[in-house]
T-cell receptor, first 114, second 112 residues
Framework: GENVEQHPSTLSVQEGDSAVIKCTYS??????FPWYKQELGKRPQLIID?????GEKKDQRIAVTLNKTAKHFSLHITETQPEDSAVYFC?????????????FGRGTSLIVHP | NAGVTQTPKFRVLKTGQSMTLLCAQD?????MYWYRQDPGMGLRLIHY???????AKGEVPDGYNVSRLKKQNFLLGLESAAPSQTSVYFC???????????FGQGTRLTVV
């Protein structure tokens, strides 16, 4: 099955700095790569996603890049704000028993200091 | 639209007791999942379903059973709870396995 590695596990930045979180995956057939944000005590919610036929996608201050050859993808947050503080999860939808099933990374705790 | 709803939100069990967690979605999604979230371990897949009447094992299925008798509901059962099952449980649903997943609000389970 799919295996997703996520780094770093904790990231501390100053407000206004950029933050980058990286993930690698193992299943070359994986075709969908979402990123979820989980605020303290809340449920994970999608913030951005990318499909295997696209190399980069941007939405205001966040962007995701995908390198299919190297099997890694990254989340980029620019001009970080205190409200960006949360746990971020990457996921990759790889094949399992003929279906695509998402596998999650272990999460990155982002702390933005005012 | 309520989205994905889990019941209960909190529960304390004694070792050996049984319980069922209910997940309901009103988005007509085919896929449903149960995850457990432990500190530093991310979201680990327990069981999943790709449609009504189907279930499959995920990464950490031992000690859990599931059923999907109706498309909108996915039940997670613990037959004999153990302290190692203390965790936060999230249900999720998606139209397909490679589309956005929508999560329930979570169930915090403590087994003493």
């Amino acid at each position: 099955g799919e295996n997703v590695e996520q780094h770093p596990s904790t990231l501390s930045v100053q407000e206004g700095d950029s933050a980058v979180i990286k993930c690698t995956y193992s299943d070359s057939a994986s075709n969908y790569f979402p990123w979820y944000k989980q605020e303290l005590g809340k449920r994970p919610q999608l913030i951005i996603d990318i499909r295997s036929n696209v190399g980069e996608k941007k939405d205001q201050r966040i962007a995701v890049t995908l390198n299919k050859t190297a099997k890694h993808f990254s989340l980029h947050i620019t001009e970080t704000q205190p409200e960006d503080s949360a746990v971020y999860f990457c996921a990759a939808s790889g094949t399992s028993g003929g279906s695509y099933i998402p596998t999650f990374g272990r999460g990155t705790s982002l702390i933005v200091h005012p | 639209n309520a989205g994905v709803t889990q019941t209960p939100k909190f529960r304390v069990l004694k070792t050996g007791q049984s319980m069922t967690l209910l997940c309901a979605q009103d988005m007509n999604h085919e896929y449903m999942y149960w995850y457990r979230q432990d500190p530093g371990m991310g979201l680990r897949l327990i069981h999943y379903s790709v449609g009504e009447g189907t279930t499959a094992k995920g990464e950490v299925p031992d000690g859990y059973n599931v059923s999907r008798l109706k498309k909108q509901n996915f039940l997670l059962g613990l037959e004999s709870a153990a302290p190692s099952q203390t965790s936060v449980y999230f249900c999720a649903s998606s139209l397909l396995g490679d589309t956005e997943a929508f999560f329930g609000q979570g169930t915090r389970l403590t087994v003493v």
